[in-house]
């Protein structure tokens, strides 16, 4: 079976959070320029993805959720997170929310970090563990997973 991937969860985020916003904005928290805050946790998400993504390449190992692993990766920004990838798009989700300055596009936001980490972290980490078994419980105790 193949499953849907992290991007395609952003996507669908971030497209609904346009008719959300458009349709049913339920309070406007923010108004301009004072919704540029969101900028913050955008730019930080891009950097976060664009790091993680180019360390995954550095050590040779998959990028894609749920393949095999080959090495655990420690470098930054896994040595402050255990799921800069996760973190990083859900930054960018709650950047782009900000940015509209509206309550409900944070609907979206919630969602997709609780999709995250049901489908895709936990079992991750199960096969971390059986992948790199001592080592990885190393690692898990001295870094958080999320933040």
Same mark, same amino acid.
């Given at each position: @079976?193949?499953?849907?991937?992290?991007?395609?969860?952003?996507? %669908?985020? &971030?497209?609904?959070?346009?008719?959300?916003?458009?349709? #049913?904005?339920?309070?406007?928290?923010?108004?301009?320029?004072?919704?540029?805050?969101?900028?913050?946790?955008?730019?930080?998400?891009?950097?976060?993805?664009?790091? !993680?993504?180019?360390? /995954?390449?550095?050590?040779? =190992? =998959?990028?894609? $959720? %749920?393949?095999?692993?080959?090495?655990?990766?420690?470098?930054?920004?896994?040595? /402050? =997170?255990?799921?800069?990838?996760?973190?990083? @798009? =859900?930054? &960018?989700?709650?950047?782009? +929310?900000?940015?509209?300055?509206?309550?409900? $596009?944070?609907?979206?936001? !919630?969602?997709? !970090?609780?999709? @995250?980490?049901?489908? /895709?972290?936990?079992?991750? #980490?199960?096969? &971390? +563990?059986?992948? /790199?078994? #001592? #080592?990885?419980?190393?690692?898990? +105790?001295?870094?958080?997973?999320?933040?």
């Amino acid at each position: @079976m193949r499953r849907i991937n992290p991007p395609a969860y952003l996507l %669908l985020a &971030l497209i609904a959070m346009a008719p959300l916003h458009l349709l #049913e904005p339920v309070c406007r928290y923010w108004s301009f320029p004072l919704t540029l805050i969101g900028l913050v946790p955008l730019v930080v998400g891009i950097i976060l993805n664009l790091t !993680a993504d180019r360390e /995954f390449k550095r050590a040779g =190992t =998959t990028v894609k $959720p %749920l393949e095999r692993s080959t090495t655990l990766v420690e470098r930054f920004p896994f040595s /402050f =997170t255990r799921n800069p990838m996760y973190l990083g @798009m =859900t930054l &960018l989700l709650l950047g782009v +929310a900000l940015l509209l300055g509206t309550l409900s $596009p944070l609907a979206p936001v !919630a969602l997709f !970090a609780g999709l @995250m980490d049901r489908v /895709f972290i936990g079992p991750e #980490e199960e096969s &971390l +563990a059986r992948s /790199f078994g #001592e #080592e990885w419980e190393t690692y898990r +105790a001295k870094v958080r997973r999320w933040i």
